[in-house]
């Protein structure tokens, strides 16, 4: 199975951009979705965005909806996560995951059998 790095976090004031990256080893193209996830301190893992590989097709938690954009390069070895005017409750440990066995689009956790170490996001109001 491949291996993912995230990258891209910082701190923002509310409002602000930030562009995360994730890198693999290898091709996703071999897994069915790959996505990003956050975890704020005290809460669970929380699915935020989700892409079909096969056909770049974003999914998204309503509450980044016209926020953040989820993409996949040409290769299939980068995802991105471009997150726009940005809140404090965005405020999370951000992780990208990969998933080669649920089929349905899904953003539970616990589909996502391939993942990164995380990268923290922290916005100020």
């Known amino acids: 199975q491949v291996q993912l790095v995230e990258s891209g976090g910082g701190s923002v004031q509310a409002g602000g951009s930030l562009r995360l990256s994730c890198g693999s080893s290898g091709d996703l193209s071999s897994y069915k979705f790959v996505g990003w996830f956050r975890q704020a301190p005290g809460k669970g893992r929380e699915g935020v965005a989700t892409i079909r590989t096969a056909e770049s097709r974003s999914y998204y938690i309503a509450s980044v909806k016209g926020r953040f954009t989820a993409s996949l390069d040409m290769d299939k070895i980068t995802l991105y996560l471009q997150m726009n005017s940005l809140k404090p409750e965005d405020t999370a440990m951000y992780y990208c995951?990969?998933?080669?066995?649920?089929?349905?689009?899904?953003?539970?956790?616990?589909?996502?059998?391939?993942w990164g170490q995380g990268t923290q996001v922290t916005v100020s109001s």
């Open positions: 995951a990969a998933n080669d066995r649920v089929k349905g689009i899904s953003l539970a956790p616990e589909d996502y059998n391939v």
